[in-house]
């Protein structure tokens, strides 16, 4: 299981970053996801550093829609990372927050009107072309604006990876150029002829919580022996970006992506295909995403009851649920916690289900998991849930969606203030004809 590498126990009682996470929740109320600043940036520098050291020629873009705000866009720049977007609200946000367009690229299958001209204006490093009409809408905002713009097609190689179907993003998923049905040749048939396009790089995105090393391998030679059909297009060399989607272990039973133990594979493989091919050498790019943010969060909630039921044992609701993470729901995903509070570990073990607060019976943060007895009051912390947590979290049932905190070196500092309800009512507005006008009362 990976946990942050800074969290402790002393005297009982654990730290993350140096900050005792009871004190935290004192400070800043539960729910709370906490992000441990050195495991972030430990993550980021693990993929950064192994790369340049087995393929010098290389980019790390994170995939920002894992966990994305301006802090963490700050952390990635000073790191030397690049960042994946997907929309125009993506890229609003990294801009905002000082990051470097040129080290910007942008995915999705739906690209707005707006997210192009977006893109082209700040001036991206590629746009990353999803389908046929955003060619033809892209060729003609670039007329329009007389602009060069370089892009990326994303193409789908005829693999599919082993993971949850909702994380697959092969032959049979919404995404991209499908290899297999002759789309992608197509594609780059219409981009060479293009006069306002310029392509920079094939990308290939196989889906998440990967394992399997082969399968990249695989598509590389996919990717590249498309490439090679359209040698004259690369003059200025070109981009192979395999994507993201290394695995992380939530809990025992799931493994994590070797990836510094795959580097040595794959850029071999690149450089003899690339060799054999007669194609310049490509820069070698991914995207990981879950991968640098899921093992620097933990989510601390207050635990409200206990309540056995029949035949399926004892439940006990925390005060978030499917609002704050709705990995469990959405595609089962399974998570581990500990028991925070010092005095509750002297309990006798049982097997409880962690449920949500929210009104749905699939709302079960962890279903049969073995802790201390627990109940009303005490404190659990759920590990790894620093990617694709607070990015889909919701105000459903009304919930105010929580805080998020930074740690490090001991200090906590606010990277997303948690939500009022004033703020849940913000962008409500009662029509005027359903609103009451108290002087209609005064003059009965
Ligand atoms: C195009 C693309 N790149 C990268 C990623 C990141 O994947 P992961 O977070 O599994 O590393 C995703 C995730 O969906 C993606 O769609």
Same mark, same amino acid.
Do not use: M, P
């Given at each position: 299981m990976d946990l942050p590498g800074t969290l402790e126990k002393r005297d009982g009682e654990y730290y993350l970053g140096g900050c005792k996470l009871e004190e935290l929740t004192r400070e800043y109320g539960t729910p709370l996801l906490v992000m441990d600043e050195e495991t972030i940036r430990r993550n980021a520098r693990y993929y950064l550093d192994n790369l340049k050291q087995y393929y010098p020629q290389s980019n790390v873009y994170y995939a920002s829609k894992a966990f994305l705000n301006m802090g963490i866009c700050r952390i990635m720049e000073e790191e030397g990372m690049g960042l994946d977007v997907v929309s125009g609200g993506e890229l609003y946000t990294a801009l905002s927050a000082g990051f470097p367009a040129d080290r910007i690229i942008m995915h999705g299958n739906n690209k707005s009107r707006r997210d192009i001209i977006q893109a082209i204006r700040s001036g991206i490093r590629a746009i990353v072309v999803d389908n046929d009409d955003e060619l033809d809408r892209i060729e003609k905002i670039g007329k329009a604006m007389g602009s060069i713009i370089p892009v990326m097609l994303r193409v789908v190689p005829a693999l599919e990876a082993v993971t949850h179907p909702h994380l697959q993003t092969g032959m049979g998923s919404k995404f991209g150029f499908k290899m297999h049905q002759g789309q992608a040749r197509k594609a780059m048939r219409k981009l060479s002829r293009s006069e306002v396009m310029k392509p920079v790089g094939l990308h290939c995105h196989l889906g998440s919580q990967i394992t399997d090393a082969d399968i990249y391998l695989e598509a590389a030679e996919e990717v590249l022996l498309l490439a090679a059909e359209f040698k004259q297009l690369w003059d200025e060399g070109f981009a192979l970006n395999l994507g993201g989607g290394f695995a992380v272990a939530h809990n025992e039973e799931e493994e994590s992506f070797g990836f510094d133990s795959f580097l040595p594979e794959i850029s071999q493989k690149v450089i003899s295909l690339s060799r054999e091919l007669n194609l310049p050498l490509p820069t070698l790019e991914f995207e990981p995403g879950r991968s640098i943010m899921a093992t620097a969060g933990v989510t601390l909630y207050t635990l409200g009851a206990r309540k056995e039921v029949d035949g399926l044992g004892t439940f006990v609701p925390v005060d978030g649920g499917m609002s704050d993470n709705i990995r469990p729901a959405l595609y089962e995903a399974k998570y581990n916690a500990f028991v925070?509070?010092?005095?509750?570990?002297k309990r006798a073990l049982e097997t409880v289900t962690i449920a949500g607060?929210?009104?749905?019976? #699939?709302?079960?943060?962890?279903n049969e998991i073995e802790l201390p007895r627990i109940k009303a009051g005490d404190l659990l912390a759920v590990t790894?849930? #620093?990617?694709?947590t607070y990015p889909m979290a919701s105000n459903y049932n009304g919930l105010p969606r929580p805080a998020v905190v930074l740690v490090g070196n001991g200090q906590a500092s606010t990277l997303i203030k948690g939500e009022s309800y004033e703020d849940i009512l913000q962008r409500n507005e009662i029509p005027a004809h359903l609103q009451k006008d108290e002087d209609q009362y005064l003059a009965l």
């Open positions: 925070v509070n010092k005095e509750a570990e607060r929210l009104c749905e019976s #699939g709302d079960n943060l962890i790894c849930t #620093g990617a694709y």
